[in-house]
């Protein structure tokens, strides 16, 4: 594993720009610098609700002064690898560890193909994803910097940092399965 306060050529994949906002300070008081953002989500539920969250990671990307790579958007093939007879599982369930597993693949690939010294995800800043499950996803496909952004109040910070930059803040986490979770939850 790469050690933190190394200058690493690390890639960061964002799973949002608000979640991400916190991240890149947060990598750059750990002395690691040289990022770049991957926005890789086919887990999101429409292409409308992708290009919104791509824009939003945009201009977190270009407030902070760093790069932003995208990869192609194919819900169907995350359906097909994914969800398929995952449907039902709660969050924290089995269809998100698989959908962990399925976007640190595409983003280590990325890394390892690019020359990246590590990559790392913001995935770990929300209170709602468990910290282990995604650590225990990361692909060794490239050297994985086991980063939890959770810690010293990252998803506070990017809840102001996200307020500050004005960026979109979707309601639920991704595919069409969490939405109607949220929908469920908040009584809609
Ligand atoms: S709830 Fe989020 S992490 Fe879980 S499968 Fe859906 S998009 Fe992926």
Redesign the pocket.
């Known amino acids: 594993m790469p050690e933190k306060g190394d200058r690493l050529k690390t890639l960061l994949h964002v799973c949002c720009g608000p979640c991400a906002s916190s991240c890149i300070p947060r990598l750059r008081e750990e002395g690691i610098d040289g990022i770049t953002l991957l926005f890789a989500n086919s887990?999101i539920d429409t292409r409308e609700e992708f290009e919104k969250r791509k824009a939003a990671a945009e201009v977190l990307a270009k407030a902070e002064g760093v790069k932003i790579e995208t990869l192609e958007y194919d819900h169907g093939d995350w359906l097909e690898k994914?969800?398929k007879g995952f449907e039902n599982e709660p969050?924290k369930g089995r269809?998100?560890e698989r959908?962990?597993r399925y976007n640190l693949a595409k983003a280590a690939e990325y890394a390892a193909r690019n020359g990246f010294d590590a990559y790392t995800t913001s995935l770990t800043v929300s209170p709602h994803?468990v910290t282990g499950m995604i650590f225990a996803a990361a692909s060794a496909a490239a050297p994985f910097l086991e980063m939890d952004f959770k810690k010293k109040e990252g998803f506070k910070k990017s809840v102001g940092r996200a307020a500050e930059l004005g960026l979109y803040r979707q309601a639920y986490?991704?595919?069409e399965?969490?939405k109607a979770e949220s929908e469920r939850r908040s009584g809609k």
Do not use: H, I, L, P
Request: with cysteine; glycine share 8%; proline share 0%.
């Open positions: 887990n994914v969800a969050e269809r998100c959908c962990f994803k986490c991704g595919c399965f969490s």
